[in-house]
């Protein structure tokens, strides 16, 4: 069965970090476009970042850019995203999704639609 587990969320103070980690579970990321998006109370899912199954290709949401790194490790079947210099704002549930567009498939989005795969979600709450 192809899961997706997310972990490291919790509970950090306004300039801190956290790394969120989304395991796959049932089948091998390295075909697998990934896409991190967040949803706090009353609001949208929002996208926050993606990579591309090569790893060759990212991008970001401004209000991320220069904060928030996504990465891949396909030996772990595990991508990452390091979250750094967070804010109040950035209090969310954080998703990871995926996507089969193949081995080094070059580009990604960010786009809930463009997924098929999503994870439960990991609380990440920015406050002093």
């Known amino acids: 069965q192809l899961q997706l587990v997310e972990s490291g969320g919790g509970l950090v103070q306004p300039g801190g970090s956290l790394r969120l980690s989304c395991a796959a579970s049932?089948?091998?990321?390295?075909?697998?476009?990934i896409g991190w998006f967040r949803q706090a109370p009353g609001k949208e899912r929002e996208g926050v970042s993606c990579?591309?199954?090569?790893?060759?290709?990212?991008n970001y949401a401004d209000s991320v850019k220069g904060r928030f790194t996504i990465s891949r490790d396909n030996a772990k079947n595990t991508v990452y995203l390091q979250m750094n210099s967070l804010k109040p704002e950035d209090t969310a549930v954080y998703y990871c999704?995926?996507?089969?567009?193949?081995?080094?498939?070059?580009?990604?989005?960010?786009?809930?639609?463009?997924?098929?795969?999503w994870g439960q979600g990991t609380q990440v709450t920015v406050s002093a």
């Open positions: 990579i591309s199954s090569s790893g060759g290709s990212t």
């Open positions: 049932g089948f091998t990321l390295d075909y697998y476009v």
């Open positions: 999704a995926a996507e089969n567009r193949g081995l080094l498939f070059r580009l990604c989005v960010i786009g809930a639609y463009y997924y098929d795969y």
